[in-house]
């Protein structure tokens, strides 16, 4: 079956342009999309050694509980590791009773046993979903994704109005469904549907024409969500305990990895098998031909009764007789992959279609199927593994320098024990390149190692190893039959996990690319929703002085997929709650741990707003507060909806947290809510470091409309304060009511906070009563038009400032507040003055965004926005603006017409620690430079137009709404110079050090971003303008002529990097020189791909992160999530250092990669040289002179060391 059902919604409450139409998709899909999975399997003559300490295969009618057993089914949701629930432990809650399990696949007799598949095996893998109530304001039943555990429903004595069922019932159109279940409902027969809780399926039975038995039970699969559920292990309670209880015995490992093989074939009917093995190789490996490399024995095909029990039969035929050709074999699952010619296994007999007519291989790959795998298996190194060398490193393009050292006794090529192997590269390969060529997207193979006796371990560990992690997947010690089936067990769940993801055609919305550190490493992260009301959370992990990003167990916490693993318990979250989880950890997931856990615990909570005044200390929340700040009881019932005052207190409640609605359902309406704190869906988490008593505190603003303040105790968070201004009582009916939107409705403080710190006597204490300051300020992106200045010198007594918003003199152009505030200190301010010593520290601000620019088409010019702002910091009075107005004392007069939302970039370049240029990048494609040489009287202020790089059409109508980046270096521009010398003509080179300004800047329009019509670039423009001037066409000293923008066809492209690929010197001189005479560069994205964050600048290198569209149009039957990329370019000349152009980052719309300096890990260690890492950039990579290689550390390490570098001089004077 083939299903694809898209619902358009009716959008309602909810329209506008937003980057949330990344989160919440308008529609629904099924799909029945598989995956595919080739296990190569070890049929060499070692296999045939017997292993004294493995247990015996499980016995379903031996009773291993020892009387025990209460007829339980236990479950693990998502990737298995080794926390598997504990049948005998009192606290375990992933249990329900096997007369409720409603999915009959699992039920299925096995051949001439007497039992079930899931009471045969012990074990059953599918998507399962239960059917329950929600939480928060989703009370509706319905079918949803099986919780971590239930525990709520066992306390509550709720476990029978719960219902399970499993996604291959639907394909294998089963209607019966738990016949013994103590509810009638779920006894009954048919599809699962969502109508009410007495009707859970929709009374299909076998009976019905197959025909009807089909439409049923496609419009099931696209109103429950089953094709896109989470894969969930189920496991007899018997089987746990034999786990636990097995005597082991002797078997040899041919016996142990069929019978362990069989059972995941028979348990995991989700997954569509192949089957490859080796060949005799008992041929010359100095020959090609003869017996070389391996065979497919059975084609990847749908599991159906008869190919199962094909594959079975075939699995339980192997004999041990042959040498291991790892590598060799790899390589002809790629020919298979590929659909290419077979090199080894051409003739011999195979289960399935594996070949064309024309005999070349038919590949598995189907449409919409970006992703296979391999599982190899084997018990030893390689062996005889050489006679395709020479045609895999043609066909693949690898190079010699690729190969590793095994050792071989037994080969026939060449002398000596050492052989050359391939086998990590051919896995990479397969990873990295598109397989299938022949067909529509780009399809891939993750290879998935287990090296099984402590045999292979001891041999072949490190190359297992080092093949799995170039190949995308993960390699398993299994020294023993128990090891092995576990390494299996937690492959293929890891893989449904994973295919999943492929399923759903919205990002990874709890994406933790916003980020803030210190030696810490803080994540914030939103959990979408199709209503106004979005939960939010913050978590903690910790990066090592190698790189490495750790949990607060100290392993690895960031997966191959580049997220939070499932199984990272990160700092913060209680013990308890990692244990209760089913993967071990809270990982990623936005309601378990982390800061949300604990304001729901912490015994007090701190809810401030402002007083009377606006103005001064903040005041505690409550019903009195808020009267005197709405000016009014009668007031305040008008903002909150015109409410009655009978209400007003529960109103008040709702708004300190309170569950008032009882929308958990236990009868509690004074417990806090499960959704307490709101989504951080732009703010970035700001960390402060106080010092003595008031340690680390972190600052983070949600669309709740509340700036959260956390002290960050080490291994433990407390809530110091939540601020919810006033601004935002108007939205709470909203929120507390959390209508069916569509979507992000409401905003709030959805802009990052940034800090101005002086410790005054820089003994890293910062102490109010000596003088030092803590100034925060934040803008509100779509949450309102104004600006928030607070004094936190006292982190436990804030006091707001001021307030600035569109309605104050000077202000009349602020947009949306977009524009991340920019502290620093200026020439001229206070008036007349240059002194670092005496300037005030100031605001600067682009004036915002213009909603004008949400509109569908090309963008026109906007009436807001359309300047940058320098305001005091201390009183947020304004001291200057650039706009298109009539020049004045505090007017710079600038044509800008579009506005600008981004942070602008400022420029000390004469160091004499005064900001003297401002770089501001706007929504029109335009990229302004202001300067501010000296006093505005002297040295008048100036802005130009630096690059013009949009245009009027839909191809060209490029935006930008993130800041410049700004790097102050030098390139060796070279110039060929031909000279006739004694009556001879040659050429020769001329090198000179140009220094430069990095005026570094991708495009994209982050209010559309899945649009596809405008073609976007990655820029590195030049500025040879090293210092400041007064650029306005006056004459006399210090000014300077207005130099002409950079356009499009000024710059040098570097999308097919022809200076990296230059294939000799030559042509990469030529390259060069052409390069150094134009202004920068560009790099042309695909079509729809768009830069939507800063670059980051580190070691002579751009790191730019771009997001590509997902496909969503109902013609094209292939949806999948948008992606995030990483490019990796040289500065200068924007040489890509990946081989493959960038690095997937995965379903994410990814963030600037955040700069990292983490300290010693020995704090006593005085030898330390600091190294800086970026975080942000997925799994993890290393930055060597070779390029790119790919990493698990969750950073990337730019082979750079904190120590100066020199880059120019500046040669003047400030007048």
């Not at 005999?359 to 199927?369: E, I, K, W």
């Not at 803080?522 to 959990?527: D, N």
């Not at 209680?574 to 912490?602: H, I, K, P, R």
């Not at 009287?937 to 137009?945: D, I, K, L, V």
Request: with cysteine; hydrophobic share 35%; proline share 6%.
């Amino acid at each position: 079956m083939r299903a694809l059902c898209v619902a358009l919604m009716i959008w309602t409450a909810w329209g506008r342009a937003d980057d949330t139409e990344l989160y919440v998709y308008g529609g629904t899909v099924a799909s029945d999309r598989r995956p595919q999975v080739l296990i190569i399997f070890d049929n060499s003559g070692s296999m045939s050694t017997e292993e004294e300490e493995a247990p015996p295969p499980f016995n379903p009618a031996q009773d291993y509980s020892n009387g025990q057993d209460q007829g339980r089914l236990f479950y693990v949701r998502g990737q298995l590791n080794d926390n598997l629930p504990d049948p005998a432990h009192g606290n375990e809650y992933r249990h329900f009773p096997a007369t409720m399990n409603g999915c009959s696949s699992s039920l299925v007799p096995v051949s001439d046993s007497g039992h079930s598949v899931l009471q045969h095996n012990g074990y059953y893998t599918d998507v399962v979903l239960s059917f329950r109530q929600g939480g928060r304001a989703d009370r509706d039943w319905k079918w949803r994704r099986m919780p971590v555990s239930l525990k709520k429903a066992h306390n509550q004595g709720a476990l029978s109005q719960l219902g399970f069922d499993c996604l291959q019932d639907l394909r294998d159109r089963l209607t019966t469904n738990a016949a013994n279940h103590p509810l009638v409902a779920f006894a009954q027969p048919g599809f699962p549907r969502n109508l009410d809780q007495t009707q859970p399926y929709d009374g299909s039975d076998s009976s019905l024409p197959p025909a009807q038995l089909v439409t049923a039970a496609e419009a099931s699969l696209s109103q429950t969500g089953f094709a896109g559920g989470d894969s969930v292990t189920l496991f007899t309670e018997n089987y746990l305990y034999y786990r636990k209880t097995a005597v082991p015995a002797t078997r040899s490992r041919l016996a142990i990895a069929k019978d362990t093989i069989t059972d995941i074939v028979q348990s995991t009917p989700g997954v569509d098998f192949g089957l490859a093995v080796f060949n005799g190789n008992g041929s010359d490996d100095g020959l090609l031909s003869g017996s070389h490399g391996g065979r497919l024995l059975s084609a990847i095909q749908p599991m159906t009764p008869l190919s199962k029990a094909s594959l079975i039969s075939t699995i339980d035929g192997l004999s041990a007789s042959t040498w291991t050709p790892l590598c060799e074999t790899l390589f002809e699952a790629y020919r298979y992959f590929s659909g290419g010619e077979p090199l080894f296994g051409g003739s011999a007999p195979v289960f399935g279609v594996p070949f064309a007519e024309s005999g070349r291989y038919l590949s598995p790959f189907v449409t919409c199927q970006p992703q296979a795998y391999v599982v190899l298996i084997t018990d030893g190194s390689p062996t005889k593994d050489e006679a395709a060398n020479g045609v895999l490193r043609a066909e693949l393009g690898i190079g010699v320098s690729e190969r590793v050292s095994v050792y071989d006794p037994y080969r026939t090529l060449g002398y000596g024990d050492w052989a050359d192997n391939y086998l990590p590269a051919v896995a990479e390969h397969l990873y990295s390149q598109d397989i299938n060529t022949a067909a529509s997207g780009r399809q891939s193979v993750v290879t998935y190692t287990i090296g099984f006796s402590q045999d292979a371990i001891d041999s072949a560990g490190a190359l297992l190893a080092e093949t799995a992690h170039r190949g995308g997947g993960e390699y398993f010690a299994a020294a023993d039959a128990l090891a092995l089936q576990n390494a299996l067990q937690r492959v293929f769940s890891e893989i449904l996990a994973v295919d999943a993801s492929f399923t759903s055609p919205s990002i990874a919305a709890n994406s933790f690319d916003r980020t803030q550190t210190l030696d810490s490493v803080y994540y914030s992260m939103f959990l979408p929703s199709d209503r106004p009301r979005w939960a939010g959370n913050l978590k903690k992990l910790r990066i090592l002085g190698s790189g490495l990003v750790v949990d607060a167990r100290g392993e690895a916490a960031i997966d191959v997929g580049g997220n939070i693993a499932e199984t990272a318990c990160t700092y913060w979250t209680s013990v308890a709650t990692c244990a209760l989880a089913s993967s071990g950890g809270d990982g990623n997931s936005v309601m378990e741990g982390g800061a949300l856990e604990a304001m729901q615990t912490q015994p007090q909570r701190r809810v401030l707003t402002e007083p009377a005044g606006v103005t001064g200390s903040l005041v505690t929340l409550s019903q009195s507060t808020l009267e005197q700040r709405a000016g009014g009881q009668q007031s305040l019932l008008a903002d909150l909806g015109g409410i009655d005052l009978a209400s007003l207190g529960d109103w008040v409640r709702w708004l300190l947290g309170e569950d008032v609605d009882d929308e958990d359902g236990d009868g509690l309406s004074r417990e806090r809510r499960e959704d307490l704190m709101g989504d951080p869906l732009h703010s970035k988490p700001l960390a402060i470091h106080y010092g003595g008593t008031k340690g680390v505190r972190i600052l983070v603003g949600t669309n709740a409309g509340a700036l959260h303040m956390f002290e960050d105790g080490g291994a433990t968070i407390t809530e110091s304060w939540s601020y919810r201004p006033y601004r935002f009582t108007g939205q709470t009916p909203m929120l507390r009511q959390n209508p069916q939107t569509g979507g992000h409705s409401v905003y709030g403080v959805d802009g990052p906070p940034v800090a101005w710190v002086v410790d005054q006597d820089a003994d890293g204490n910062i102490e109010a009563a000596q003088g030092d300051k803590v100034w925060v300020f934040f803008g509100l992106r779509r949450g309102g038009r104004a600006y928030y200045g607070m004094d936190l010198s006292d982190p436990d007594q804030p006091r707001l400032m001021w307030v600035k918003s569109a309605q104050d003199p000077g202000m009349g152009l602020l947009g949306q507040t977009w524009s991340e505030p920019v502290l620093t200190r200026i020439p001229d301010h206070p008036q007349g003055n240059l002194s670092v010593a005496a300037a005030r520290p100031v605001l600067i601000v682009g004036a915002g965004y213009d909603s004008n620019k949400d509109a569908n088409g090309v963008g026109t010019a906007d009436s807001l926005g359309t300047a940058v702002l320098i305001l005091d910091a201390e009183s947020g009075e304004p001291v200057h603006q650039f706009a298109n107005q009539a020049a004045s004392a505090t007017v710079t007069a600038v044509p800008i017409s579009d506005s600008i939302a981004a942070r602008v970039a400022v420029l000390d370049s004469n160091g004499d620690g005064l900001t003297d240029r401002i770089y501001a990048a706007d929504t029109g494609g335009a990229v302004w430079r202001l300067d501010l040489p000296g006093t505005r009287t002297a040295r008048p202020w100036s802005g130009f137009r630096f690059a013009s790089l949009g245009g009027e059409t839909p191809d060209s109508d490029r935006r930008f709404t993130h800041e410049v980046s700004v790097a102050q270096t030098k390139m060796t521009l070279k110039e060929i110079e031909t000279v006739t010398e004694n009556g001879e003509t040659h050429t020769r080179v001329i090198s000179t050090d140009l220094p430069y300004d990095a005026v570094v800047i991708g495009s994209g329009n982050r209010a559309h971003p899945n649009a596809t019509s405008t073609q976007d670039y990655l820029f590195v423009l030049r500025d040879p303008h090293l210092y400041p001037a007064s650029f306005d066409g006056g004459s006399g000293d210090g000014h300077r002529p207005v130099p002409a923008a950079i356009t499009l066809a000024e710059l040098f492209d570097v999308s097919s990097n022809p200076v990296g690929a230059a294939v000799d010197d030559d042509s990469r001189l030529a390259q060069e020189v052409l390069s150094g005479s134009k202004k920068g560069w560009k790099l042309a994205l695909a079509a729809g791909e768009k830069s939507l964050s800063a670059a980051a600048i580190l070691s002579g290198h751009a790191f730019f992160t771009t997001f590509m569209p997902g496909e969503f149009g109902a013609a094209n039957a292939c949806l999948r999530a948008g992606q995030g990329r990483l490019y990796v370019l040289n500065l200068h000349h924007g040489i890509n250092r990946y081989q493959h152009r960038y690095i997937e980052l995965g379903a994410r719309l990814p963030d600037t990669p955040q700069i990292v300096i983490p300290p010693a890990d020995d704090p006593d260690d005085h030898s330390w040289n600091p190294k800086v890492y970026l975080v942000g950039v997925g799994r993890g990579f290393r930055l060597t002179q070779e390029g790119i290689e790919l990493t698990n550390s969750g950073s990337g390490d730019p082979e750079k060391s904190l120590q100066p570098i020199f880059i120019y001089y500046y040669l003047g004077g400030q007048q």
